[in-house]
């Protein structure tokens, strides 16, 4: 099934996408009722893009010293996703609407295991 035809049926369909005016999150609200907002930091760092994700889960890299980083721009692709363009540059990864939902229902866990894996590596969120 695809994401387009999966978020038809579970309601993940964006009302709103706005990026906060210190430019360090995204806040997202959804159809079915959940909403948050996720850090520009771990979005840089759970980006999609294969330059973070790599080719297997194997290939993850861990991406250090995001923490100042903030959104520069939003692009719309499709109705099934966003191309975020962060200060750093990047701008390689589409976040479709289950991964942003995924961000929202999840970053507190997955900032968690970031700053673990950080500390594991000698590594800082700088």
Do not use: C
């Amino acid at each position: 099934m695809s994401d387009e035809a999966a978020n038809a049926t579970t309601g993940d369909w964006p009302t709103e996408l706005r990026v906060t005016k210190d430019r360090a999150a995204l806040a997202v609200s959804f159809e079915s009722g959940v909403s948050g907002t996720i850090p520009a930091e771990l979005m840089r760092v759970e980006s999609p893009s294969a330059e973070v994700q790599g080719h297997s889960a194997a290939g993850k890299t861990l991406v250090a010293g995001k923490r100042a980083v903030t959104i520069r721009g939003v692009e719309p692709v499709g109705n099934y996703a966003v191309r975020i363009t962060f200060s750093d540059g990047h701008d390689t990864g589409l976040f479709t609407w289950r991964y942003l939902r995924e961000l929202v229902e999840n970053g507190g866990t997955m900032m968690a295991a970031y700053e673990e894996a950080l500390a594991k590596a000698g590594l800082t969120r700088g």
